[in-house]
């Protein structure tokens, strides 16, 4: 694998891994869209998760995101699922990773069709990267999001 | 090479495995650059419209591979295929294709709803790609106010909406007349120089090749070659195209032969092949002088049915001193695509369109799409020789239920009426006034 790296160092780079969290269907399949359509699949690694179990599950197993794109208001499996609750669950989400020292260096982006302004604060107040809301980009938009978080720059 | 569509081994057949089947696509093979400009270029039939149906994925095909961004789309589900059509390319149609019921500014902001954008920021962006087509103006607008060339540039804006990579133009020149056939080729150019957007374009018509640099010549479902245009000399490569189209792949064609070709195809834009071909023949008959101009001008004007082309009584005289002009000063092949480049003749639908404006400019009421469709349809019956004047006003007073107009028996009568004073057949009482009306109507259809 090295030795392949350093023969062709610019068309095998390291890809930024990307974590999409989110519960549409129809959001998880256009995340991944525009950045294929767009050319972007070299630059780019998604995985998705559709819970936030499911993205603690697979951190714990080992991946290892640079950036994590997540709703506020992905639905919750077990107990109850006001927006009050799934807004709790994000907010307790976002601390664990920031208290994960082996994701020191991971980026937060909070994208999600909630816009009311108090609930954007708590979660800038824990450091998050980024607050987009959806349907407010085109999908050129999202992309150039992306490509200019800090270090991210291809 | 960067491609951005590898097709590999593609095979398509329609209705396999029944007597119908037919074998659309046969084992193509190509490679699209990202950044090209690229034609696929044939006849009717030859397989072009399914290559670009395979590569937007409405069409599945059997067998082999298309990647886009090397990522095969056959491997993706229903829901993903439309995604990849929302986002990935922008197919501008012959027919337009707008939405009747939504204003040209909604229409534009459709497809970026489908993607879950605002409606607010929709329509944002959609008046800023009316402001780059140069039709912001008519944003409150609703198709049917605009004409022909307006509705194919709210064509490209709404191919452009989520700002696809691709875009493809389906015959995108086929209803348009001469100055907006230009005006549509200068903005793929655009797209493709200043936006860097891979053009993928389908035509029949050698003159859409203008700007292309990568022409995919098909047959029967085969890419038969590959050309480079390297050599940016557009009149040259245009006229090399235009010969391969008319000599219909022989070497043998004469130059009458072609010119009767060309003119066939360019006079009688937007009819069927049958009807084009029959005319071909005709002007080639007149271009050997085998029959005379009274005998061809006769010819032309008769229904289809009887041995005919259809042409209305004004169209066959225009028609006939065209031809004639062309016999008399002996133009050479390049000479007759010139003038017809300039030509103002229309395409059969954008004539259609004036007429019935014309006809229906006195009526009070007003007139639903399905009306103004009827009314059209009439229009193209009558003139195509297929019905008479009775049973224009028979179809325009039945109810729109019974696929008529649904207008009153008095409405229908004038409007029929005016219809036969426009197409210049002689109404028996009171010739010398008829021909008047006929000159006034001829200024008041140019005017439109």
Request: charged share 30%.
């Amino acid at each position: 694998m090295h030795t392949f790296t350093r023969e062709r160092p610019i068309k095998l780079a390291k890809k930024t891994k990307i974590l999409f969290i989110d519960d549409d269907e129809m959001m998880k399949i256009y995340f991944r869209d525009i950045f294929w359509v767009h050319g972007r699949s070299d630059a780019y690694d998604i995985v998705i998760a559709s819970s936030f179990d499911e993205a603690e599950k697979m951190i714990e197993e080992g991946a290892h995101p640079d950036v994590i794109y997540m709703d506020v208001m992905v639905s919750l499996k077990t107990g109850k699922n006001s927006p009050d609750e799934r807004i709790k669950r994000s907010l307790e989400f976002v601390k664990k990773i920031k208290h994960n020292k082996s994701l020191h260096h991971t980026k937060i982006i909070i994208f999600s069709g909630q816009k009311e302004k108090l609930i954007e604060y708590e979660f800038h107040e824990l450091g998050i990267d980024g607050y987009l809301v959806k349907g407010e980009l085109m999908p050129k938009e999202i992309i150039s999001f992306t490509d200019n978080l800090n270090g991210l720059n291809h | 090479m960067d491609s951005i569509i590898k097709i590999e081994n593609v095979n398509l057949w329609y209705e396999k495995g029944k007597s119908t089947e037919v074998h659309a696509l046969n084992n193509v093979n190509i490679e699209i650059t990202r950044g090209d400009y690229v034609a696929f270029f044939g006849p009717s039939g030859c397989g072009k419209t399914t290559m670009l149906y395979a590569i937007s994925g409405i069409d599945r095909f059997q067998e082999g591979s298309i990647a886009i961004n090397g990522h095969d789309i056959s491997t993706l589900t229903n829901q993903e295929l439309a995604m990849f059509r929302q986002t990935g390319i922008g197919i501008v149609f012959q027919q337009f294709n707008l939405v009747p019921s939504l204003n040209i500014l909604k229409n534009v902001a459709l497809p970026m709803l489908f993607v879950g954008i605002t409606s607010e920021k929709a329509e944002i962006e959609a008046m800023k790609l009316l402001v780059r087509l140069n039709i912001a103006e008519y944003a409150d607008r609703y198709p049917n106010e605009l004409s022909g060339g307006q509705q194919q540039r709210v064509g490209i804006a709404r191919a452009l909406a989520n700002d696809p990579p691709i875009i493809i133009a389906d015959e995108p020149l086929g209803n348009l007349d001469s100055a907006n056939a230009q005006n549509v080729l200068k903005f793929l150019r655009e797209l493709n120089e200043k936006d860097g957007r891979t053009i993928i374009m389908v035509t029949h018509e050698a003159w859409s090749l203008r700007d292309v640099k990568t022409i995919f010549h098909m047959k029967d479902g085969v890419i038969t070659d590959e050309e480079r245009v390297e050599n940016k000399n557009v009149a040259e490569s245009l006229s090399k195209n235009l010969y391969k189209q008319l000599s219909g792949g022989s070497d043998h064609a004469t130059e009458e032969k072609m010119s009767a070709r060309l003119l066939a195809n360019f006079l009688l834009r937007g009819y069927s092949m049958d009807e084009i071909n029959r005319f071909e023949i005709l002007v080639g008959e007149r271009f050997e002088n085998k029959i005379t101009k009274a005998e061809f001008k006769v010819k032309i004007n008769r229904p289809f049915k009887d041995g005919g082309v259809g042409l209305w009584k004004k169209k066959s005289e225009r028609v006939t001193e065209y031809i004639e002009s062309v016999i008399e000063r002996r133009e050479d092949i390049h000479h007759v695509h010139n003038i017809i480049e300039k030509s103002p003749e229309l395409p059969i639908k954008e004539e259609i369109h004036h007429i019935r404006k014309w006809i229906v400019e006195d009526y009070a009421g007003k007139l639903s799409d399905m009306q103004v469709i009827a009314i059209e349809e009439v229009i193209a019956d009558r003139l195509k020789g297929s019905i008479d004047s009775g049973k224009v006003a028979e179809v325009l007073n039945l109810s729109v239920k019974k696929f008529g107009a649904g207008l009153s028996f008095r409405a229908a009568k004038l409007i029929s009426e005016k219809l036969e004073i426009l197409l210049g057949e002689e109404v028996p009482e009171a010739e010398e006034e008829t021909k008047k009306d006929t000159d006034s109507s001829e200024n008041s259809l140019k005017k439109l």
